[in-house]
C-alpha cells in the first residue's frame, strides 16, 4: 500500500508560499513525492495527502525550509 494518495479523503498535505520561497530546493529534496521543482528551481506542491501518522516526518520536511515557507495542513475527510 502506497504512503500518500492524491485523494482529499482525510490526512495532511504540506502548503508552501511561493512568495517566502527563495529555491534552495530541500523541499523536492527531501519529499519528492510531495515537491517538484519549476523551471528555474522553485518548489512546487504536488496535490498529495498524506495519513495523519506522517506528521512527525512531515514537519520536518517543512523545518528544513530556511526560508519558513512550508506549513502543514489538516485536510477534513
Known sequence: MSETTTSTDGG?????????CAGHGRCYALAPESFESDDVGYGLTK???????????????????????????????
Do not use: G, Q, S
Open 12 to 20: 495532511l498535505r504540506y502548503v508552501l508560499d511561493r512568495d517566502l
Open 47 to 77: 496535490d498529495v495527502v498524506h495519513p495523519a501518522d506522517r506528521l512527525t516526518a512531515m514537519e520536518a520536511v517543512a523545518m528544513a525550509c530556511p526560508e519558513e515557507a512550508i506549513t502543514v495542513e489538516k485536510v477534513d475527510a
